[in-house]
């Protein structure tokens, strides 16, 4: 994106990764369900492009993707789970480029969220503070099973969530 638009400010949501791997998993079997039963929501997708969830999920060829997904099955959250490690690790390493925005943390505080973000991109928030702050709810509660997540791929993400978070700071 950077060689497309030099000039773009990029920011890149940051969420728990358990938690927004277990969010992934939820699309990916919602899309699976609707590509399954309504032909026309599979069609549609293809025509848009639109491969993340579903039968027709491709994963983005993040570096390293290939091996840590390999021999794990979209629909569990180990595979989700290392999908979200490969993106992340990616965007660690063009951490220069890109703003980080904590979703927990702004979620608690959306009015606190906005005005920082209108700050970071050089917008004028006074306009679309109360509204835009109106949209950050509190993260729901994932229904995940704990111990279904592979123990070292599980330290790697939280690890990883440390240093991005860090540096987010």
Same mark, same amino acid.
């Given at each position: 994106?950077?060689?497309?638009?030099?000039?773009? #400010?990029?920011?890149?949501?940051?969420?728990?990764?358990?938690?927004?791997?277990?969010?992934?998993?939820? @699309?990916?079997?919602?899309?699976?369900?609707?590509?399954?039963?309504?032909?026309?929501?599979?069609?549609?997708?293809?025509?848009?492009?639109?491969?993340?969830?579903?039968?027709?999920?491709?994963?983005?060829?993040?570096?390293?993707?290939?091996?840590?997904?390999?021999?794990?099955?979209?629909?569990?959250?180990?595979?989700?789970?290392?999908?979200?490690?490969?993106?992340?690790?990616?965007?660690?390493?063009?951490?220069?480029?890109?703003?980080?925005?904590?979703?927990?943390?702004?979620? %608690?505080?959306?009015?606190? %969220?906005?005005?920082?973000?209108? %700050?970071?991109?050089?917008?004028?928030?006074?306009?679309?503070?109360?509204?835009?702050?109106?949209?950050? #709810?509190?993260?729901?509660?994932? @229904?995940?099973?704990?111990?279904?997540?592979?123990?070292?791929?599980?330290?790697?993400?939280?690890?990883?969530?440390?240093?991005?978070?860090?540096?987010?700071?």
């Amino acid at each position: 994106m950077r060689r497309i638009f030099p000039d773009a #400010k990029i920011l890149v949501p940051l969420r728990n990764p358990v938690s927004h791997a277990a969010s992934l998993l939820r @699309q990916h079997r919602n899309f699976s369900a609707m590509h399954k039963d309504e032909p026309f929501v599979r069609r549609y997708m293809a025509d848009l492009g639109h491969y993340e969830f579903g039968e027709l999920h491709r994963p983005i060829g993040f570096p390293g993707l290939e091996r840590l997904i390999a021999g794990r099955d979209p629909t569990s959250i180990d595979y989700w789970l290392a999908y979200w490690v490969a993106a992340f690790e990616h965007v660690l390493m063009h951490r220069g480029e890109v703003t980080l925005v904590c979703y927990e943390t702004d979620c %608690a505080d959306g009015r606190k %969220a906005v005005a920082d973000l209108c %700050a970071q991109l050089d917008v004028a928030e006074e306009a679309m503070l109360e509204t835009a702050a109106g949209l950050f #709810k509190a993260p729901s509660a994932q @229904q995940t099973d704990e111990a279904a997540i592979e123990p070292a791929l599980r330290r790697r993400a939280e690890a990883l969530h440390r240093a991005l978070t860090t540096a987010a700071s």
